[in-house]
C-alpha cells in the first residue's frame, strides 16, 4: 500500500482560497497513491484561533467540495486534513473529512480532546463523542487529531473497533518536537499498528510548526519521516504486517483493564 502525506505550509500572507487551491493541485499529484493524508486546520492553522469563527464552514462546503474533486481526479482515498466545521445547529468543530477514490465522503471526525486548556480550540469548539474508523480494502483507518495523540485510550478504542491503521492529522508546535515523534512510535507499539501522523509546516499566528511528519510500523519501527519545511513523504507499507505482529507477538490477548 503507498501512502502520501501532505505537509502543507502554514505560513501566512496566503489567503484560505489560495491554499485550498495549492493543495488541491497536491492532492492530483499523488494519483498512483493508496492514500493522502493532509494535515489539521491546513486552511487556517491549528493556531490562528482568531479566524476560527470567520473562516468556519459548513461539512459540504467550500474545502468539501475541493477535495472531493482532488480526491476523484486522482482516484485516492483522501483523509483531507481538519477543517473548523460550523454546524448549524450548534458549536464549532475540529472535524476531519474522509473521501473514497471517487469523491464520495465517507467518514467526517470531530476531534475528541480539545487543546489550549483555558483558551483558543478548547474554548471556541465543541468536543466529538463518536470514535470514526474507516474501511479501505487494504486496512481498516483509525482516525484522531493532534492532541488525541497523547490520549492513548481513544487508540485502543479504535483498535477494539478493528482500525489497523492509525491516522493523525496535525498542527504540532515545534517546541514540542520530541513528544511527536514518541508519542507516535508509542501508539503504534502498543496498539500494534500503523501510524500515519501528517502535521503543518511554517510558522501561523507566531508559533513555528514542528514538521516532521512521520509513518510508524506496528513493531515502532520509523518507516519514513519528514524534515521542517514543507513536504510530501510517500512510502510504501504492507498492511498484512498488522495481522502477523499480532500473531507473533499477541500481547493484546494479555490485556486486563
Known sequence: MRASLLQIDVNEGESVESRRRRVASLVRDQAGADLVVLPELWTTGAFAYEGFTDEAEPIEGPTHEAMAKAASDAGVWLHAGSIPERDPDGPLYNTSLVFSPSGDLVAAYRKIHRF??????????????????????????????????????????????????????????????????????????????????????????????????????????????????????????????????????????????
Open 116 to 257: 489550549g486548556f483555558d483558551k483558543g480550540e478548547a474554548v471556541l469548539m465543541g468536543a466529538g463523542r463518536d470514535l470514526v474508523t474507516v474501511r479501505l480494502p487494504e486496512t481498516t483507518l483509525g482516525l484522531g487529531t493532534c492532541y488525541d495523540l497523547r490520549f492513548p485510550e481513544l487508540f485502543r478504542g479504535l483498535v477494539d473497533a478493528g482500525a489497523e491503521t492509525l491516522v493523525l492529522p496535525a498542527g504540532w508546535p515545534e517546541r514540542r518536537r520530541s513528544h511527536w515523534t514518541l508519542l507516535a512510535q508509542a501508539r503504534a507499539v502498543e496498539n500494534q499498528a500503523f501510524v500515519l501522523a501528517c502535521g503543518t509546516a511554517g510558522t501561523h499566528a507566531g508559533v513555528p510548526q514542528a514538521g516532521h511528519s512521520i509513518v510508524v510500523d506496528p513493531w515502532g519501527e520509523v518507516l519514513a519521516q519528514a524534515g521542517a519545511g514543507e513536504e510530501v513523504l510517500t512510502v510504501e507499507f504492507d498492511p498484512t504486517k498488522v495481522a502477523t505482529t499480532r500473531e507473533q507477538f499477541p500481547a493484546l490477548k494479555d490485556r486486563v483493564l
